[in-house]
């Protein structure tokens, strides 16, 4: 359980500055040494907070951030005064900052017909360059699921029907984007890719929130895992979102299969995963499965943490205040 704390603990401190401006924004706290391994930080960090504090940070604070108001944050994390632990804001996404005025960049699907790496650079540069500049930390972007149905409501922000395009596309605009101080989210871990299911009259059944994906192990690492592997392989994506969808049964945000065991190795996922917005419930605390971070409101999470800060999730205990 520990290493699952340590995990989100690294995450925001990779939001932090380093070395040469580390005691500005960070302080004089151990945790600020950037000479320390990214773990042994995090371990020092999770050491001060309490278990309440610890629960909090999984959870986000701005419930009007999705509005996409001008001064708000689609997602936003406060951090804990009391430690100098500073904020970390989230916003989207592929197309343009979704935050107040910004700059409206072409469709996705646009950006890959024209099969040009370097202007997929320049858009994420663009969208990494103006998220920094609204204060953001993390840019929820690029999608790179594959388009299977023109009538997918992501169809627009997606980058084609091909894994190697999206691939190569997604890789760069990663790339673009990091490079200006910010962290790619890519998005959505994994086979987010209809509506729901069609009916005999042409309209759909269920919806993205309940659709369950079936898809055998090879097909999904030979076309809806091999772009993920990529972003995070070549493009050294800091962050992945899972998505809405079931995947042969569980939601993603809750499949063992996708977040722990084969896919993360295959991938090479070690880092932040983020639960999408309404696929991380509070009922539960979806650590347990491999969701770290859940940056939009869950006023009951935060709440949770306050009453019931010595447990997990199914009632099994985190560690204590002093715990590595």
Not at 211 to 235: M, N, P
């Amino acid at each position: 359980m520990g290493g699952r704390w340590i995990v989100v603990a690294a995450a925001l401190l990779a939001a932090w500055p380093t070395a040469a401006e580390a005691s500005g924004r960070c302080g004089q706290h151990l945790w600020c040494d950037t000479s320390l391994s990214d773990a042994r930080r995090a371990e020092l960090l999770l050491n001060a907070l309490t278990p309440a504090e610890r629960i909090g940070l999984l959870a986000g604070d701005d419930p009007a951030g999705v509005t996409g108001a001008a001064g708000t944050h689609t997602g936003a994390a406060l951090g804990v005064p009391r430690l100098d632990l500073p904020p970390l804001y989230l916003t989207d996404g592929p197309l343009g900052v979704r935050q107040g005025q910004s700059t409206a960049l072409p469709s996705s699907l646009a950006l890959a017909a024209s099969f040009n790496r370097r202007l997929a650079r320049r858009n994420g540069a663009l969208v990494g360059n103006e998220a920094k500049l609204k204060g953001n930390d993390v840019v929820y972007a690029p999608t790179i699921n594959l388009l299977r149905t023109p009538l997918w409501g992501r169809a627009f922000e997606s980058l084609g029907e091909d894994p190697l395009l999206t691939a190569r596309l997604g890789v760069e605009w990663i790339r673009g984007a990091q490079a200006q101080g910010v962290i790619a989210n890519v998005k959505h871990f994994a086979v987010n890719n209809q509506e729901g299911v069609g009916r005999s009259d042409g309209t759909p059944d269920g919806s993205r929130y309940k659709v369950d994906a079936r898809v055998d192990e090879r097909t999904l690492f030979e076309l809806y895992l091999s772009q993920f592997e990529a972003a995070v392989k070549e493009g050294h994506a800091g962050s992945v979102m899972c998505s809405y969808n079931r995947l042969n049964g569980p939601h993603t945000c809750e499949s063992k299969w996708l977040l722990q065991a084969r896919a993360p190795q295959a991938v090479g996922l070690q880092g932040l995963r983020a639960g999408r917005l309404r696929c991380v419930e509070a009922r539960r605390l979806r650590t347990a499965r491999g969701a770290r971070l859940r940056a939009v409101p869950v006023h009951r999470l935060r709440r949770w943490g306050g009453l019931h800060a010595g447990g997990g999730a199914g009632g099994s205990r985190g560690p204590s205040r002093h715990a590595g």
